[in-house]
């Protein structure tokens, strides 16, 4: 079963700007991870943050959490054209498995 | 560092026809392995994971089977495949610890 949901699931930007997608989930979880998948390849994992932190960054992306709220968001900065490709969320609640969400379809225009 | 090998990248296979599936992992010991299914715009369907050698545990029932014969080898099955079978296959695998997953590129399968 799918725990995360992104939102939107799709999301058109021109070049430049911020891209901001969430995630939601539903039951305790102990981290949350982000993934990016270009077309018809593997996922690439970008960045993880545990239940107890609030705030992690890496490079242009910023990362939020709020376990009160079972939320996350994903901040890309300056976006480029090579950002485009489909980001999901994935929730880690036990040892051995992540939950994937449906993810959100970015589009950066040039 | 570590890797992972997937193949073939694609495959075009008739119903009824069996399927093999090999992923492998090179630079980590005794990592979990997990075989995922993408359908078209969905996301990711978690079909087996595995802990160990000969350890397979199934989150969906379904018409296909894995197999772990060596430590950093793992084989998606099938002995008939259905149109339904039809997707994108993702091998993964990441530590003992259950964190962040490192995926293979995938295999995309059309039964027809």
């Known amino acids: 079963s799918q725990q995360g949901e992104e939102d939107p699931q799709a999301l058109s930007i021109q070049e430049g700007e911020n891209a901001t997608m969430n995630c939601s989930y539903k039951?305790?979880?102990?981290?949350l991870q982000w993934y990016r998948q270009n077309s018809g390849r593997g996922l690439v994992h970008l960045i993880l943050?545990?239940?107890?932190?609030r705030e992690k960054h890496s490079g242009r992306l910023r990362v939020t959490l709020d376990t009160s709220k079972k939320s996350s968001s994903l901040l890309i900065t300056a976006s480029r054209a090579a950002d485009t490709a489909s980001y999901f969320c994935?929730?880690?609640?036990?040892?051995?498995?992540?939950?994937f969400g449906k993810g959100t379809k970015l589009s950066v225009i040039p | 560092s570590q890797t992972i090998h997937q193949w073939p990248a694609t495959l075009v296979q008739p119903v009824g026809s069996p399927l093999s599936l090999e992923c492998t992992v090179e630079?980590?010991?005794?990592?979990?392995l997990y075989w995922y299914r993408q359908a078209a715009g969905r996301g990711l369907q978690l079909l087996f994971y595995?802990?160990?050698?000969?350890?397979i545990s199934s989150e969906v029932p379904q018409n296909l089977s894995a197999s772990r014969p060596q430590d950093r080898q793992f084989i998606l099955s099938s002995k008939k495949l259905l149109l339904s079978d039809s997707g994108f296959y993702l091998c993964?695998?990441?530590?003992?610890?259950?964190?962040?997953?490192?995926f293979g590129q995938g295999t995309r399968l059309t039964v027809v």
């Open positions: 595995s802990v160990g050698i000969g350890q």
């Open positions: 039951t305790s979880i102990n981290n």
């Open positions: 943050i545990r239940s107890n932190e």
């Open positions: 994935a929730t880690g609640a036990g040892s051995y498995q992540l939950t």
């Open positions: 993964a695998w990441s530590s003992q610890e259950g964190t962040e997953a490192f």
């Open positions: 630079g980590t010991s005794n990592p979990n």
